[in-house]
């Protein structure tokens, strides 16, 4: 192989993952970031740890609060 292809080999297998999004992998699973919930906990089980954090929301035609799962 030249020295070019040495180049565009090297340069895909650095930065060939960001062109595809978030992902990762999961026991023998590779999953990204546009899985649905349901087969995301089908692959990967429920998480060992969970938080939330619950924030209020403020705004001119009405507020109130939101909850985010992590």
Known sequence: MNRRGL???AG??????TAF????????WLVSEDVSVAELLEK????????????EVTGRVRGGTTTTEK
């Open 44 to 55: 990967c089980g429920e998480p060992t740890q969970k938080s939330s954090e619950t924030t």
């Open 12 to 17: 895909l297998l650095a930065f060939g993952d």
């Open 21 to 28: 999004g978030e992902s990762f992998r999961c026991g023998p």
């Open 7 to 9: 180049a565009v080999l």
